[in-house]
C-alpha cells in the first residue's frame, strides 16, 4: 500500500522503506527530500530557512497534489511490475504545463529514484528525469568546456581548480533547479532523460522554483540561498596582480608607478610565499618588514591590499600540532591526515601539507584569530581565499573525513564553508566596516551570501582560453555568483615581449572593462620553477609595449566612467539577486534568438557588450535583441533590434551597444 498524505504543511509519499517529502520553500518554489524510513534534518546544503508561502492541498484516490504560486508538485500513484510506486511532476499552475517530471530508469527496476546501499545508512543516489525536446540549460558553476547551453553534457560534481561546481540549472521551459546536496557526484543532461548522481550520501535533497522570466527565477534563488552584499565602491576599479611580488619594496614601487603615472589602481595583491610557512598565517619579516607601514602608505594612495591567504597547513607550522590535536584539520578514512605535496620555504623538497576543515565552528574560529592578528590587525580587509577547492593531490575527496561529514557527502562545500569564516570573523569585529570582498577559487551554492568573488583559476593564456571565459563567466553569474573576474592575460604563461601576445592582452583588457570585477593577474615569461623564491616576468599595464599601453589604458579609463553605472547593477545584485553581467536571455527571454547568443552578454540592462575573441579580427557580426533599439555609442548609429549587424572593433575597442540609446559613458563623446 502506498501512503500519500498532507499535513497542512508538506505533501508527502511512503512507497516501502522510501519516505518522500515536498515542502513550499519561499514563493512558486518547492524543497523536495527522499530518505529511507524518514527524512533527516540538520544535513549540510546550501537553502536557508523558507519564507513564509501560502500553498494549498489537494488529495485524490491516484495521489496528491500541492499548488504554491506560480508552481504546482504532484505526486501520483503508477504500478510497475516491481509492485507500486509514486511519481513526481511539477507544472505550471496556470495553464498545467509541465516544467519538470520524474522519468523511471526501466519499466522493472530502478525507478525515478535510486538507493544503493554504500553501508552505515549512506547510499549511491539517483535521481532521474524526463528530458523535453529543444531544452536549453544554464548555470553549473563554472567550467572551461566553452560552452553555454549545458544540454547534452555530463558534467562532475566535484571541485577543481577552475572548475566550479555550483548545482545549479536554468531552463528555458522556465524553472530553476538546485540539487541541494554538496556531495561528490555526476549530472548528466542528455538526449533521453536528466540524470544527478551522488556518490554517497543518506538522502536526495533538491529544490525547484517557477516563474515566467529568467529574472524572477533568479530573484527566487537568490532569496532560497543568500543575496549577495553590496560591493563596496573601491572593489569596482582595478586590480593589479602578478605571480608574485616577492617584497615589501617590490610591490610598494608598482604601486607607486601606477600614481607617477597617473593610471587608476584600486587594489594590489600579496601573493603566496609571503609567509613564514604554509599555515602560519603572518608575513614573512625578512621580506615584508614593516607591513602596517606599507599598508598605511597604500591607503594613502586610495590603494586596498589584497594579501593570499591558503587554507593549507605545513607540518613544521606553528600552528599545526594544535590544529591536529584539536581535530581542526580535514581528516582521512584511511592514512595520515595530508593531502597535498608543498615545496615551502625553507625546504629542499616537497613535503605533504594538511588542510583546516572550515566545516567546523572552532577551526573557523581558529583561522580567523590568526588572520585577524596576522593581517587585519594591521590594516588589511581584503583577503585571496586561493586553493579553496581545496587543492588537494591526488584528488581523493572520498578518502576525506570532515566534521559535516564524510567527504563523499559534503566535499563541495567547503569553499562555501571557507568563506564563511572570513565572513563571520570580519562581521564580528567590533572595529570592522562590515566590507566582506573574498576573492575565491572556488565556490558552491550559497557563497555569494559570505561576499565570495569568484576568479576563473588558473587558465591558459590564449585565444581559445578567452573565448571559455565569456560562456564560463555567464554560466557563473547565472549559478548565483554575481561577483566574478578572470586573470586578464590568462594565468599559465603570455610572453610580454611577443606583438602576438600583446594583442591579445589588449583584447583581454577590453573584455574585463565590462566584466564585475576587473583585474590583471598571471605567471608571465619568464616563469621561474615552483617554490618559495618563484617569480614570473612583468605583468603590469606598462609591461606590454608602448602601442598597447594606450590600449590598455584606454581601458582603464573607461573603467572608471563605468564605476557608478557598475555599482548600480551590484546594487540590483544585492538586493534582486540578479547579477550585472548575464546572457541576453536575461532581458529579453521572447527572443528565441537571444538564447543562442554565446559571445557577448549584457552588463546590467543597458549595455550590450561583443568582446573580440579571434586575433587579428577587426571586426564581427554582433546578433541585438529584439524590443530595444541599439545605439553604437563610437559613431552613434542606431540598429533596431532582432536585426544581426556587423560592427567594426579597430585594436582602440571592441563593439558595444546601448539599449535604447541609455546614457552609459562607454566613450567620452559619441564620434
Known amino acids: 500500500m502506498i501512503a500519500i498524505r498532507s499535513d497542512g504543511l508538506a505533501l508527502e509519499a511512503i512507497v516501502r522503506h522510501e519516505f518522500l517529502r515536498i515542502e513550499p520553500w519561499g514563493p512558486d518554489s518547492f524543497r523536495v527530500r527522499v530518505g529511507r524510513q524518514s527524512i533527516v534534518d540538520g544535513i549540510p546544503g546550501a537553502l536557508l530557512p523558507a519564507k513564509a508561502s501560502t500553498a494549498t492541498f489537494a488529495m485524490g484516490e491516484q495521489g496528491g497534489s500541492i499548488v504554491n504560486g506560480a508552481l504546482t508538485a504532484i505526486v501520483e500513484r503508477s504500478v510497475t511490475d516491481t509492485g507500486g510506486d509514486v511519481r513526481v511532476r511539477f507544472v505550471r499552475t496556470r495553464d498545467g504545463k509541465e516544467l519538470l517530471a520524474e522519468q523511471r530508469a526501466h519499466f522493472w527496476w530502478p525507478g525515478a529514484r535510486l538507493f544503493m546501499s554504500e553501508g552505515n545508512g549512506h547510499y549511491r543516489l539517483e535521481q532521474r528525469f524526463s528530458a523535453y525536446a529543444g531544452e536549453r540549460l544554464y548555470g553549473l558553476g563554472q567550467h572551461t568546456h566553452g560552452r553555454l547551453d549545458q544540454k547534452g553534457l555530463v558534467l562532475d560534481l566535484v571541485q577543481r581548480n577552475g572548475e566550479v561546481s555550483i548545482p545549479f540549472l536554468l531552463s528555458n521551459r522556465g524553472y530553476g533547479f538546485l540539487w541541494n546536496m554538496p556531495a561528490v557526484g555526476r549530472v548528466e543532461l542528455a538526449e533521453n532523460g536528466t540524470r544527478w548522481v551522488a556518490d554517497s550520501a543518506r538522502q536526495m535533497d533538491y529544490w525547484i522554483t517557477a516563474a515566467d522570466t529568467p529574472t524572477e527565477i533568479l530573484a527566487h534563488y537568490a532569496d532560497a540561498t543568500g543575496h549577495a552584499p553590496m560591493l563596496p565602491e573601491w572593489a569596482s576599479g582595478f586590480w593589479q596582480s602578478k605571480l608574485r611580488y616577492r617584497s615589501q619594496e617590490e610591490l610598494l614601487a608598482v604601486a607607486r608607478e601606477y600614481q607617477r603615472r597617473g593610471l587608476p589602481l584600486s587594489v594590489i595583491v600579496t601573493d603566496f610565499f609571503h609567509w613564514t610557512h604554509l599555515g602560519d598565517w603572518r608575513f614573512d619579516p625578512k621580506e615584508w618588514p614593516d607591513p602596517a607601514r606599507m599598508m598605511a602608505e597604500l591607503d594613502r594612495m586610495g590603494v586596498k591590499l589584497m594579501i593570499s591567504v591558503w587554507p593549507s597547513v605545513n607540518p613544521m607550522s606553528?600552528?599545526?600540532?594544535?590544529?591536529?590535536?584539536?581535530g581542526m584539520l580535514v581528516a582521512t578514512e584511511q592514512g595520515v591526515p595530508h593531502h597535498a605535496p608543498w615545496r615551502d620555504k625553507g625546504f629542499n623538497v616537497?613535503?605533504?601539507?594538511?588542510?583546516?576543515?572550515?566545516?567546523?565552528?572552532?577551526?573557523?574560529?581558529?583561522?580567523?584569530?590568526k588572520v585577524k592578528r596576522n593581517y587585519y590587525d594591521m590594516g588589511a580587509r581584503v583577503f585571496w581565499l586561493d586553493g579553496c577547492e581545496p587543492e588537494i593531490q591526488p584528488g581523493h575527496p572520498h578518502n576525506l573525513r570532515f566534521?559535516?561529514?564524510?567527504?563523499?557527502?559534503?566535499?563541495?562545500?567547503?569553499?562555501?564553508?571557507?568563506?564563511?569564516?572570513?565572513?563571520?570573523?570580519?562581521?564580528?569585529?567590533?572595529?570592522?566596516?562590515?566590507?566582506?570582498?573574498?576573492?575565491?577559487?572556488?565556490?558552491?551554492?550559497?557563497?555569494?551570501?559570505?561576499?565570495?568573488?569568484v576568479w576563473s583559476g588558473d587558465i591558459a593564456s590564449t585565444w581559445v582560453s578567452l573565448q571559455a571565459q565569456v560562456r564560463a563567466g555567464l554560466n557563473i553569474a547565472i549559478s548565483g555568483i554575481p561577483w566574478w573576474t578572470t586573470d586578464?592575460?590568462?594565468?599559465?604563461?603570455?610572453?610580454p615581449e611577443s606583438p602576438e601576445y600583446r594583442e591579445l592582452m589588449v583584447r583581454w583588457f577590453q573584455y574585463g572593462v565590462f566584466c564585475p570585477l576587473f583585474r590583471l593577474h598571471g605567471f608571465r615569461q619568464p616563469c621561474a620553477p615552483f617554490g618559495p623564491e618563484m617569480t614570473g616576468g612583468p605583468n603590469e599595464a606598462w609591461s606590454f609595449g608602448e602601442e598597447a599601453l594606450v590600449h590598455i589604458e584606454a581601458s582603464l579609463r573607461m573603467r572608471e566612467r563605468l564605476r557608478p553605472y557598475i555599482l548600480k547593477q551590484m546594487r540590483m545584485a544585492h538586493e534582486r539577486g540578479i547579477p550585472?553581467?548575464?546572457?541576453?536571455?536575461?532581458?529579453?527571454?521572447?527572443?528565441?534568438?537571444?538564447?543562442?547568443?554565446?559571445?557577448?552578454?549584457?552588463?546590467?540592462?543597458?549595455?550590450?557588450v561583443a568582446p573580440i575573441l579571434h586575433p587579428g579580427a577587426r571586426s564581427r557580426s554582433v546578433y541585438l535583441p529584439a524590443g530595444a533599439t541599439w545605439v553604437d555609442p563610437w559613431t552613434g548609429a542606431?540598429?533596431?533590434?532582432?536585426?544581426?549587424?556587423?560592427?567594426?572593433?579597430?585594436?582602440?575597442?571592441?563593439?558595444v551597444f546601448l539599449r535604447d540609446g541609455a546614457e552609459v559613458p562607454v566613450v567620452l563623446s559619441p564620434r
Not at 616537497?350 to 584569530?369: C, K, L, Q
Not at 536585426?643 to 571592441?654: F, G, M, R, S
Request: aromatic letters at 12%.
Open 638 to 655: 542606431r540598429h533596431l533590434g532582432g536585426t544581426e549587424v556587423h560592427a567594426d572593433a579597430p585594436l582602440d575597442h571592441i563593439p
Open 403 to 453: 566534521f559535516a561529514g564524510p567527504g563523499a557527502e559534503v566535499f563541495n562545500m567547503y569553499p562555501l564553508a571557507h568563506a564563511q569564516a572570513f565572513h563571520e570573523g570580519m562581521n564580528a569585529d567590533a572595529d570592522g566596516d562590515g566590507e566582506v570582498v573574498l576573492l575565491c577559487r572556488s565556490a558552491w551554492a550559497g557563497s555569494q551570501r559570505y561576499g565570495a568573488a
Open 350 to 369: 616537497e613535503m605533504p601539507v594538511a588542510f583546516y576543515d572550515p566545516t567546523n565552528p572552532r577551526a573557523r574560529h581558529f583561522i580567523w584569530s
Open 488 to 495: 586578464i592575460g590568462g594565468f599559465h604563461g603570455g610572453d
Open 318 to 326: 606553528e600552528n599545526y600540532r594544535t590544529m591536529l590535536d584539536e
Open 580 to 608: 550585472p553581467m548575464r546572457p541576453l536571455f536575461i532581458d529579453f527571454p521572447a527572443d528565441a534568438r537571444a538564447w543562442d547568443v554565446d559571445d557577448a552578454f549584457l552588463l546590467g540592462p543597458d549595455v550590450l
